[in-house]
C-alpha cells in the first residue's frame, strides 16, 4: 500500500458510492483558484460528516475551521428546516471564500460564519448559553486542548465531537517531538483518558491526503 494507491482507492469512492455534485465542487475549485491550503476534508470525509450530524438529528452545528466552507456545506446540508451552522474563522480571505460558496450552495440562510480567533468566539458564544448538537474540531492543533474544553462548555449530553488530524502521520506516538500540533494531539489524549464527561476513541485513516485520523467523542 502507498500514497498512490490510497488516492486512487480515494477516486474510485469519490466517483461512484459519492455522486458528483456541482456546488461542492465549486467550493473545491474557488478555493484553489484563491490559493487556500489544499487541506479540507475529501469527499468520503465531508459525507461521513454529514451522515454523523444527521444520525444524531443535529439542529446546531458548530465548526472550528471554515477554511473555503466545503466540510461546511456537507455540515450545512445534514440540518432540518430550522437547523443552523456557526463556523469559526480566523482568516478574513479563507472567510470571503467559505461565504462566496455557501451563497452559491444555496445555504446562506443556514450558515453563519464569525471572523475572529477561535476560542474567543467560543467563550462569546457559551456565554449565550444554547449548546451545540454537533461541534467539528478543524483548526490548529496546538490548540485542540482548548477547543476541546470550551467545546464540552458548549454541548450536552449526547452531543457529538469530531476532531479531525489526530494521528498527525503517525507522528502522534512521538512524545518528544518538538511539533506543537502533535503535542496538542497528545494533551487531548491525555484529557480524553481522564474525562469523563465523555465517551471517545480513535480512528486512523488513509486516503487522498495521507495518512490520519480522527477522534470522536460522545458527551455523556
Do not use: C
Not at 79 to 87: A, E, H, N, R, W
Not at 198 to 206: E, G, K, M, P, S
Amino acid at each position: 500500500m502507498n500514497q498512490e494507491q490510497w488516492t486512487a482507492v480515494d477516486d474510485y469512492i469519490s466517483s461512484t458510492v459519492i455522486s458528483s455534485d456541482v456546488a461542492l465542487d465549486a467550493a473545491l475549485e474557488e478555493s484553489t483558484k484563491a490559493e487556500l491550503p489544499a487541506i479540507a476534508v475529501t469527499p468520503n470525509q465531508g459525507k461521513l460528516l454529514h451522515i454523523l450530524a444527521r444520525s444524531i438529528n443535529a439542529k446546531r452545528i458548530l465548526e472550528i475551521g471554515t477554511l473555503g466552507g466545503y466540510s461546511t456545506i456537507w455540515l450545512a446540508r445534514a440540518l432540518p428546516k430550522d437547523g443552523s451552522v456557526i463556523s469559526l474563522e480566523i482568516s478574513a480571505k479563507h472567510a470571503d471564500v467559505a461565504r462566496k460558496n455557501i451563497e452559491r450552495a444555496g445555504l446562506a440562510g443556514k450558515v453563519e460564519i464569525q471572523l475572529g480567533p477561535a476560542l474567543d468566539s467560543m467563550k462569546q458564544l457559551a456565554a449565550e448559553k444554547r449548546p451545540f448538537d454537533f461541534i467539528f474540531i478543524d483548526a490548529d492543533k496546538a490548540t485542540i486542548p482548548d477547543y476541546f474544553i470550551w467545546s464540552l462548555k458548549l454541548s450536552r449530553p449526547g452531543s457529538l465531537l469530531i476532531i479531525d488530524n489526530v494521528i498527525r502521520k503517525g507522528g502522534v506516538i512521538e512524545s518528544q517531538s518538538p511539533d506543537p500540533d502533535i503535542q496538542g494531539v497528545r494533551r487531548l489524549n491525555e484529557m480524553l483518558a481522564k474525562e469523563t464527561r465523555v465517551t471517545a476513541t480513535t480512528i486512523q485513516t488513509v486516503g487522498s491526503k495521507g495518512y490520519d485520523g480522527f477522534t470522536i467523542a460522545l458527551v455523556n
